[in-house]
């Protein structure tokens, strides 16, 4: 027996296994807006231009042979670094049992490690803070946009202990040190563009001094709120993170019990027929390979580009990399209305190739409504001519702009919206492989992966922030 | 607008996220032993040989190339069976990082769809009782067991609608119709000998009238817990599922919080690389195809070998089919402690190759002990020895042999042991991938899938039923 530990039979320091206090605080930084402790909303867009003045960063577009350090491997064309590391881009093959589209191949980025994304958080005048950083990340429309404290990939992160290259990572890669996990979940990315890709979506809450950097502001989660309703300025890893704290339950209520809204996801996910092979990329039928990249004679979902960046302020200075460009901008809205008062979201049990498991729950419409131009009227995805008809009428109740994963897409713009629902517009009994959810049940889902999209994610940050109340 | 729908802004009927009574009405019922309703359960062994003698059931070993329906493919030698349908062996291939074996090849099952395992409740006289089947299956030590209400494959249950084949099976098929369903998620199985097999497992209570069937009885969650002290009665499909009754928590302390808990699970399947794919399974490195089946010349791990099977009370009458037969009986044994009055269980964050994600929660000890005689003493499981000690000296708290899956496994047994532990056997601060989880923490975690793998849940069940209090 050690000297520490316990005589057998006695008390050990039990806690109690939720933080009941964590709901309160949370919220009442969501309700602090238009200034925090170290600076005022309004001065945050400056102070990004200003960093983004402070760095050299150019971005410009290279073909994809020419990437350095990047090269379409000999059997299958794959394209991939030549380290190994970082991901390449290979081919999928799916075959789905639903839609107008039931058999396809695509290129898809393929990145089987977990990075983390991490936000760190303090209590400053009893009010948490979130430490939110300017970060250059060469797809993003701006450049520069507010991310979280730790965006790091495993390779960057395990090397930590032999000195910390990426700043903070200390607080997230051993959090029982001094500080306390506020959430931790693996969550995945677009399930269209990422084969079976997740990250960490870490918040740790810390009491201890945190040295500054220029480059990194505390704000409250209602300034972010505020900074979400402005286009391409909160950035997707930042987003993502943000749907994952644990706002809870006031009124615990719903229109399905919580052991109801699981049974019909299982359902959902047991019930389709989803085969996804890897294959290699130069097979990839319906794409071909041309100077401005791998994409399609009829320019539809997306194409693969090369970019070459300059950077000052990132871990190496400059680098060549391919990105994934979508065409056209897609539309990610959640019809929602209140029953007894209690607003809930009308989510999608979406199939997509690049899930780990089938389905997850998506907005109620999520598309790039350019591909499904060419679609039979009947065979449109449900709800999204209401959706677009709302947003071109300003019905919406929220609508913003904003940019998936700048490290990965390029100029990769997704309208989000908000729009209140009636009976009429989307019944009480909805069609199959959609159901009402409360948002507090959307949100606690987060505290497991794979259940709640990366799409979703990003509305139901408006709602964690503040940005947007239902 | 409907007819039917509520008015817009109406109060729509809410209800509590979760049921409140339901923790108590299980322990109720887990406290009624020794007689049920319907019978004693010092009956059931003698209904079950009753049932033995009612059927014909013959199993007999028939050679690989001779199973009727099944062959080798051509290109690459999988084992198939004809109709594309039931499953197949294929070949795995593994690297992972860390243990004393980080690549191998071997062969797996592959059986992608999603099957149901469901057991029906009901309450009789204020308790609920369970609907128990009396069913054959080949693999079985003693060919029939106490089995779920129903065990039906995806194209079992598909079928419901043109008349149902598989007795009960419109409870679970559409339980939204006259049931209340307590539980329901997709459980992971074996990950050494399946690839990425899950099933649902669910629990529905219904008032209906439920005609009577003469294989079938009612039990409380008592007589379930007294029958699984008892060796190979309750059958594995029977045990994970009663794993996932929703047993709560009436002291919600714990040694770790909930986030916490996550926090750690989250980290270590992180931090795994584990690469597996499939591979043909004539080219699988160190197995070799015999008269006797597929198998090791070291005599290691299992084998794939054949069987026919004659049956008067399935679907079908007799069939041919491969299994998979392991070498030696193997060991799953939770260490425990209480902390503060609270039992907590030594859970193993365990990398398995067939897993859809890494790791799943096993218990302390987890393995086949003669595949480990070879291996250095330094490099053997931890608490192993400790065990194996234990049992050896009759010190377990519980002690049973249960057989796994006999639809896919050939006399599989398992030596399922609870075993106290103190500050030396097994520290407060265990080893790295090693947490004290509370019962409730492990036992709330089976609301979702790919947390609790399927072994702790065998031993899960003799919690939630009461067969063993710590």
Redesign the interface.
């Known amino acids: ?2 000297a520490a ?5 006695a ?9 009941h206090d964590l709901p309160a605080r949370l919220a009442r930084s969501a309700a602090a807006t238009g200034q925090g402790h170290h600076l005022r909303t309004d001065e945050v867009p400056g102070w990004l231009a200003e960093r983004a003045r402070a760095h050299r960063f150019a971005v410009r577009r290279t073909p994809l042979d020419r990437l350095d350090g990047w090269s379409f491997t000999p059997d299958g064309g794959d394209l991939v670094h030549h380290s190994g590391r970082f991901f390449s881009v290979r081919g999928l093959a799916a075959t789905v049992d639903e839609g107008p589209f039931t058999r396809w191949q695509q290129p898809v980025i393929h990145q ?3 990075g ?1 994304l991490g936000i760190l958080a303090k209590e400053f005048d009893g009010v948490l803070h979130f430490l939110m950083q300017a970060k250059m990340e060469p797809g993003n429309p701006n450049l520069l946009q507010l991310s979280p404290t730790v965006q790091a990939t ?1 390779s960057n992160y395990q090397r930590v202990h032999q000195g910390a290259r990426v700043r903070y990572l200390e607080h997230f890669a051993a ?1 029982a040190r001094g500080g306390r ?6 969550q995945s990315e677009h399930g269209s563009w990422f084969y079976r890709k997740s990250n ?1 979506n ?1 918040l740790v809450e810390t009491t201890a001094e945190v040295p500054a950097d220029e480059d990194f502001r505390w704000l409250t989660l209602g300034q972010i709120g505020e900074l979400l309703r402005l286009d391409h300025v909160v950035n997707m890893d930042a987003r993502t993170v943000l749907a994952c704290l ?1 706002m809870a ?1 006031p009124g ?9 809204l ?2 019909w996801f ?2 959902e ?3 389709h ?1 989803v ?1 996804v092979r890897l294959v290699p990329l130069d097979g990839v039928e319906g794409w071909r390979r041309g100077a401005d990249g791998i994409g399609r004679p009829d320019g539809r979902y997306f194409r693969v580009t090369g970019v070459t960046v300059e950077a000052g302020n990132r871990e190496v200075t400059g680098w060549d990399q391919p990105l994934l460009e979508p065409c056209g901008t897609g539309v990610a809205a959640f019809l929602y209305r ?5 607003p809930h979201l009308l989510a999608h049990a979406k199939v997509e190739a690049g899930y ?2 089938t389905i997850e729950l998506a907005p109620t419409v999520q598309c790039t409504p350019g591909n499904w131009d060419p679609v039979r009227a009947d065979e449109r995805p449900p709800f999204l001519d209401a959706v677009l008809d709302a947003d071109r009428r300003g019905a919406a109740h929220y609508a913003a702009e904003h940019s998936e994963e700048g490290g990965r897409f390029l100029q990769a713009r997704i309208r989000y919206l908000f729009v209140a629902a ?3 517009a989307a ?2 009994e909805p069609p199959p492989s959609y159901r009402w959810v ?1 948002v ?2 959307l949100n606690s889902l987060t ?3 794979h259940y709640v999209n990366v799409q979703a994610r990003t509305l139901l940050a408006c709602l964690t922030t503040g940005a947007v109340r239902l």
Request: no cysteine.
């Open positions: 027996m050690t530990a316990p005589p057998p039979g008390p050990a320091a039990l806690r109690p296994r939720a933080a089987p490690e977990v983390i495993r959090p996990v506020l959430a931790d979940s693996l960490r870490m644990p339950a615990p209520e719903a229109l399905h019990t919580d052991t109801e699981l049974s299982t359902a996910r047991a019930r027929d085969d209140r029953f007894g008062g209690v780990l498991d009636d009976e009429e019944p009480l409360s507090d049940q505290a497991h992966g």
